[in-house]
């Protein structure tokens, strides 16, 4: 990220909230636009800090992110690491209501770099857009997760001990996804690799040591790192990254098996909407196409059938998704979905006149109970986030010369997208 000083804009609202404004939120709210503060946004990483929420738009570079601090007094203590002595002195003096909004000069540090690399590793693990169809990867969670404890041990600085942050979370995600501390391990001990992927692996696994000693924790799988950081013992053989992390049982068949031929006339069918919103991570294929329907007429009766391809690592059981269907822009009518090797699948009846042949028929796809509605996600969202990811991928599969710092930027590639950049076209 840039390392330049840049003015941000700090206000304070009149619930007592100040907000920081930088970037391209600054200049939105110069020029009086509504300035977004995270939440469920594909286009935004989000990252819980002492007494604020600090958000970064991914689809602009990430650079300083924009904050809204609910508790001035806590957020002090890194304030000043982040943005620099003058924002720090801002914010305590709107929190102090003199004066309501200035503009002050932020100095980037790199805390900032490395916050931004931990939010954005955060989105990735929200929003990345896993695809057969699109032909883009699935990350490997247990891979982003301990990338994810390193930089949150590495960035501790923006939490405290008030215990309602959640992504202060360093210890849960090792003992979450220890499982691929020893791969991990395997890949760092091969020396035919690039000198950044080198570093990269060396600076995490170690921050990852440090973690786990700082926070008490044991076992296996952290003696064997321990041990292999302290004497280090070449892999015999090079280490293909995508073999080494590719969970076996997973992954779609090559031929995917289409819906079950359905009896009766067909009157129309389509696709759905596939707003990622309205399911966590991990249900749905994330292809704007995942969702389709086939509406058909037996006899007197109308019905439809919903298909929904699922995501490579999903769940075959426990996961009650249903369909959200709309005839004719009325009230949604909800069909529970089941489980069928690579897809989700529903049948329902609709209420549809036997001389109706044009029906207007929107499907969506959701999770009840973690679903917040219909909102401002957009396909164009959605298709800048993909294009993003794939020139990601294409960076990780064909790096710069000589480029051995990018994996310390905050744009640089996760270690998780170097494996699934290696996966090549067997994904």
């Keep these: 990220m840039a390392r330049d000083p840049m003015d941000v804009e700090v206000t304070r609202g009149e619930d007592g909230t100040v907000r920081i404004a930088a970037g391209t939120d600054a200049a939105r709210g110069r020029a009086g636009g509504d300035v977004p503060t995270g939440g469920c946004d594909v286009t935004r990483a989000v990252l819980d800090a002492a007494g604020a929420v600090l958000a970064w738009p991914v689809l602009g570079g990430l650079g300083l992110p924009s904050a809204e601090i609910h508790d001035p007094g806590r957020a002090q203590q890194w304030?000043?690491?982040?943005?620099?002595?003058?924002?720090?002195?801002?914010?305590?003096?709107?929190?102090?209501?003199?004066?309501?909004?200035?503009?002050?000069?932020?100095?980037?540090?790199?805390?900032?770099?490395?916050?931004?690399?931990?939010?954005?590793?955060?989105?990735?693990?929200?929003?990345?857009?896993?695809?057969?169809?699109?032909?883009?990867?699935?990350?490997?969670?247990?891979?982003?997760?301990?990338?994810?404890?390193?930089?949150?041990?590495?960035?501790?600085?923006?939490?405290?001990?008030?215990?309602?942050?959640?992504?202060?979370?360093?210890?849960?995600?090792?003992?979450?996804?220890q499982a691929a501390l020893d791969p991990l391990v395997q890949w760092w001990r091969d020396t035919s690799q690039p000198a950044a992927t080198a570093l990269h692996l060396d600076r995490v696994l170690r921050l990852i040591d440090d973690a786990a000693d700082s926070a008490g924790l044991d076992g296996p799988a952290l003696r064997h790192l321990r041990t292999s950081l302290d004497r280090r013992r070449p892999a015999a053989t090079p280490i293909d990254p995508g073999a080494l992390f590719t969970r076996h049982g997973g992954g779609y068949a090559l031929a995917a098996a289409g819906p079950p031929a359905g009896a009766g006339r067909v009157i129309a069918r389509g696709s759905g909407t596939n707003d990622w919103r309205r399911y966590p991570?991990?249900?749905?294929?994330?292809?704007?196409?995942?969702?389709?329907?086939?509406?058909?007429?037996?006899?007197?009766?109308?019905?439809?059938?919903?298909?929904?391809?699922?995501?490579?690592?999903?769940?075959?059981?426990?996961?009650?998704?249903?369909?959200?269907?709309?005839?004719?822009?009325?009230?949604?009518?909800?069909?529970?979905?089941?489980?069928?090797?690579?897809?989700?699948?529903?049948?329902?009846?609709?209420?549809?006149?036997?001389?109706?042949?044009?029906?207007?028929?929107?499907?969506?796809?959701?999770?009840?109970?973690?679903?917040?509605?219909?909102?401002?996600?957009?396909?164009?969202?959605?298709?800048?986030?993909?294009?993003?990811?794939?020139?990601?991928?294409?960076?990780?599969?064909?790096?710069?010369?000589?480029?051995?710092?990018?994996?310390?930027?905050?744009?640089?590639?996760?270690?998780?997208?170097?494996?699934?950049?290696?996966?090549?076209?067997?994904?």
Excluded: K
């Design 79 to 177: 304030l000043w690491a982040l943005y620099g002595e003058h924002v720090a002195a801002a914010v305590h003096d709107c929190a102090a209501r003199e004066p309501a909004g200035v503009r002050a000069m932020a100095d980037p540090t790199a805390l900032a770099g490395s916050a931004a690399r931990l939010g954005l590793g955060h989105w990735a693990a929200r929003w990345w857009p896993a695809s057969y169809p699109d032909a883009i990867p699935a990350l490997e969670p247990d891979l982003l997760g301990l990338e994810l404890a390193a930089l949150t041990h590495q960035c501790q600085q923006l939490f405290d001990d008030e215990g309602d942050q959640p992504d202060d979370c360093a210890a849960e995600l090792i003992g979450e996804h």
């Design 281 to 427: 991570p991990g249900f749905v294929d994330a292809a704007e196409n995942a969702v389709t329907w086939t509406a058909r007429a037996l006899g007197a009766r109308r019905q439809i059938e919903v298909e929904v391809l699922a995501h490579v690592s999903a769940s075959t059981v426990g996961a009650p998704l249903v369909a959200e269907i709309r005839l004719n822009g009325g009230q949604p009518n909800r069909v529970a979905l089941d489980r069928r090797d690579d897809s989700w699948s529903g049948r329902a009846d609709l209420d549809l006149p036997a001389g109706a042949t044009e029906p207007r028929i929107e499907v969506g796809v959701l999770l009840p109970g973690f679903d917040p509605g219909p909102g401002a996600g957009t396909r164009a969202d959605r298709d800048a986030v993909r294009a993003l990811v794939r020139r990601r991928l294409t960076a990780v599969a064909h790096p710069l010369p000589q480029d051995t710092a990018s994996y310390d930027a905050a744009l640089g590639p996760f270690l998780a997208e170097t494996a699934a950049a290696a996966t090549g076209e067997d994904y």
